[in-house]
């Protein structure tokens, strides 16, 4: 808790509703239009504990904000969400309110054992995206220690589905994390789009797994790995399909070439994705 007079402003905007607590809100707001780094841990507990949701509300404005407009702000607004949710992840986490993106990555970077509370395949989606638009460092650093620390599940079903696609984050989290799909019909395709040829040649090295699956892979499969094969020089043992036509439409399914859909989900956006258990 912070201590003198914006100490004293942060309780009151945490003690109830009416005209007090909004004014206390108001005055965080206000100060922390041209410089936010002094009041950033109080507005973050403001937004995350605030009874009155307008209060709530008004606190994430700033924050929002100051996230945008200051950008060499950012750093320190990253640094005291952090400190506010690794003391008060409990009581954050237990509230409910739908938080701002960053303020949920923060909460996953420092408690990764709170990952299994939210929906996994959206939250694969959510880092993925966010690593597929520019953002800082420390954010960009904070996805991908989370994608490599994703329980077993859809989300590590998603991470491995978008690398046998070509996502460049997703094929470097689920080779550093050693992720596998469960489906084992997946994994020699898996191995081989992924170019993890120890691995694949001794699950695989006459190339007869691939054979006996091709019927249960998309035409994305097919042409995903003709393309690895003519990159790297393997020996593709099944044939590509004809190619589509050029009008026909992406499918919007997990096993698909395009990515994702998320990109640019990063900063203050709404978290977008179901939390469990809370």
Request: proline share 7%; aromatic share 6%.
């Amino acid at each position: 808790m912070a201590t003198g007079l914006v100490g004293w402003v942060e309780r009151r905007a945490l003690r109830g509703s009416g005209r007090l607590a909004a004014f206390a809100a108001g005055y965080l707001y206000r100060r922390s239009r041209y410089r936010a780094s002094p009041y950033v841990e109080s507005l973050v507990r403001v937004m995350c504990q605030a009874p009155d949701e307008r209060v709530a509300g008004r606190a994430r404005s700033a924050l929002e904000q100051a996230w945008h407009n200051q950008p060499l702000s950012r750093e320190r607004i990253w640094n005291g969400i952090r400190n506010v949710v690794r003391a008060e992840a409990e009581r954050n986490r237990r509230n409910g309110r739908d938080l701002p993106w960053v303020v949920i990555l923060a909460l996953l970077d420092v408690r990764p054992d709170l990952v299994h509370h939210y929906n996994q395949q959206e939250l694969a989606q959510k880092l993925l995206g966010t690593l597929a638009g520019p953002e800082p460092l420390h954010v960009v650093d904070a996805c991908r220690r989370i994608l490599r620390g994703l329980p077993s599940g859809a989300g590590r079903e998603l991470v491995c589905e978008q690398a046998i696609a070509g996502d460049a984050e997703a094929l470097a989290a689920a080779v550093d994390a050693e992720y596998v799909p469960v489906e084992p019909t997946r994994v020699p395709l898996f191995l081989f789009c992924t170019e993890q040829w120890d691995r694949y040649d001794r699950l695989d090295p006459a190339g007869r797994e691939l054979r006996k699956h091709r019927h249960g892979y998309t035409d994305a499969d097919w042409h995903r790995l003709d393309e690895v094969a003519d990159r790297t020089g393997r020996a593709c043992p099944t044939p590509p399909r004809p190619r589509p036509p050029a009008t026909s439409q992406p499918s919007t399914s997990a096993r698909t070439t395009g990515g994702t859909g998320t990109s640019g989900s990063g900063g203050f956006s709404t978290g977008g994705f179901t939390v469990h258990g809370v």
